[in-house]
């Protein structure tokens, strides 16, 4: 069975510019979530898609950022304009709803991210 | 505010001897925690968990050990390997944000042959 997946593995892009991450989930998972990691710090939540829906975006930094999951399958994360601070790696994790309380989460490799 | 806190950033031990991580947090309504390892240029990969119905869960040489009241959990490792040298990311998840983790910032463990 495939892992999460991401693409782009890395990106350097220069301030103002627009980048879009993917995340390919494991197929049948229908949660999918986006965390970021900046500067060796924790990983911190972005967002939880339960299908094609938005369950939770409180991590979302600020309107700069976009993500969407159409159809229910992959997910894109555009920033846009990109700022320096948005560096950082990029993880998305994806888990089977099983009904407990909580269903383990399995991470991708990561996106590493350069904004200069 | 950060709610899940690793405050040694890293770690060394000797092959063959016991590794202790640890991890506080301070959401009282976390009720499940994790522990993950991450490798250099890979995604984190789940390790171990506990339920907060809980105070001790093992598995092989891994044993995490939670205390409610002091909020504080444990990752021991025996007998340490070389190749658990990897970073160690602890993990909360309840309340309100079903499914959401929360992290510590992880810390670095090195075991020297």
């Known amino acids: 069975e495939a892992g999460v997946t991401q693409f782009p593995s890395h990106s350097v892009i220069e301030k103002g510019q627009t980048v879009t991450l993917r995340c390919d989930p494991i197929?049948?998972?229908?949660?999918l979530y986006w965390y970021r990691r900046v500067m060796g710090k924790e990983i911190k939540f972005l967002l939880h898609f339960v299908k094609e829906s938005k369950q939770d975006e409180s991590g979302m930094p600020n309107n700069r950022f976009l993500a969407e999951r159409t159809g229910g399958t992959y997910s894109t994360l555009k920033v846009q304009p990109a700022e320096l601070e948005d560096s950082g790696v990029y993880f998305c994790a994806s888990s089977q709803d099983r009904g407990l309380s909580y269903n383990e989460q399995f991470f991708g490799p990561g996106t590493r991210l350069t904004v200069l | 505010d950060q709610q899940v806190k690793q405050n040694s950033p890293s770690l060394s031990v000797q092959e063959g001897r016991i590794s202790i991580l640890n991890c506080d947090y301070t959401?009282?309504?976390?009720?499940?925690f994790l522990w993950y390892k991450k490798y250099p240029a890979e995604g984190p990969t789940f390790l171990i968990s506990?339920?907060?119905?809980?105070d001790k869960n093992e598995d092989g040489r891994f044993t995490v050990f939670l205390n409610k009241s002091a909020k504080h959990l444990s990752l021991h490792i025996v007998p340490s390997q070389p190749g658990d040298s990897a970073v160690y990311f602890c993990a909360a998840s309840g309340g309100t944000s079903y499914g959401k983790l929360t992290f510590g910032q992880g810390t670095i463990l090195t075991v020297h042959p």
């Open positions: 197929s049948g998972h229908d949660n």
């Open positions: 959401n009282s309504m976390f009720d499940y």
């Open positions: 506990i339920s907060s119905i809980k």
